[in-house]
């Protein structure tokens, strides 16, 4: 039998990843990245302390320490991976994978360089956002996405029932009506630009609606999920059964 070692018996063992969260109050439903049932492996969470959506949107300084001793929490605690449950903490991506020494992967706008090198030249990718002011330029390039890539922006904050939920805090989130919201983005985005090749889903709240998305659209789309599992499936590799 094997030989294991005590790293964090206080604390559980055998998390795959850690998960830092806003601090926020809106339901998180199945698919959501900060619903533990949204996983078939064992994850931890931890909300980082003053974690407000306005001041990781807007990349705050002042938090940085939080972010990082927050995430330094789940490294001791053992997890093979840091991940987070707000495309906007990639403001402290760079930060934060220098400060621990598992691989952190915080948004999934980390997927736009890929995407931009499946593409062929002169085809947009699409990307609809919690809040389309505060994705700039600036979070785009700390992605590491070419500057010569066409990347179309849709921001949910002026969706009514998004606005309600999400941006006022509101107890109850109706999948329906988030959903209809974000197709009408999606569609609106290909219709501007018949040429888009792919669409990107920034928020962690909305892998839910990525297959809406794509048989709204017929786009290939990337969500948060695919990046933490792609990584899951990097670390924790499965046997291939099947017939020859």
Sequence with gaps: MPVYEATNPKG????????????KTNPFIPGDVANASTYDYPV???????AWSTRVLSGDPELEDAVVETALEL???GVRGISSDCGF?????DVVRKKVKVPVFMSSLLSLPMIDSILGKGRSIGCVTANSVSLGNRILSLTGVPAGRTIRVKGLQDMPEWQAVI????????SEK???????????LKEEDPNMGAIVLECS????????VQEATGLPVFDFLNIIDYYERGIFARNRVGHA
Excluded at 12 to 21: I, K, M, P
Excluded at 44 to 50: A, D, L, M, Q, R
Excluded at 89 to 93: A, I, K
């Design 12 to 23: 559980g063992q055998g998390y795959h990843l850690g998960l830092l969260v806003l601090t």
């Design 44 to 50: 931890v969470f931890k909300t980082v302390p003053g």
């Design 75 to 77: 490294e001791a605690m």
């Design 89 to 93: 903490f990639m403001n402290y991506q």
């Design 167 to 174: 941006g006022k805090q509101g107890p109850y989130l109706d």
């Design 178 to 188: 988030i959903t209809a919201e974000v197709v009408q983005l999606a569609k609106e």
């Design 205 to 212: 709240l909305l892998p839910v609606y990525a297959k809406p």
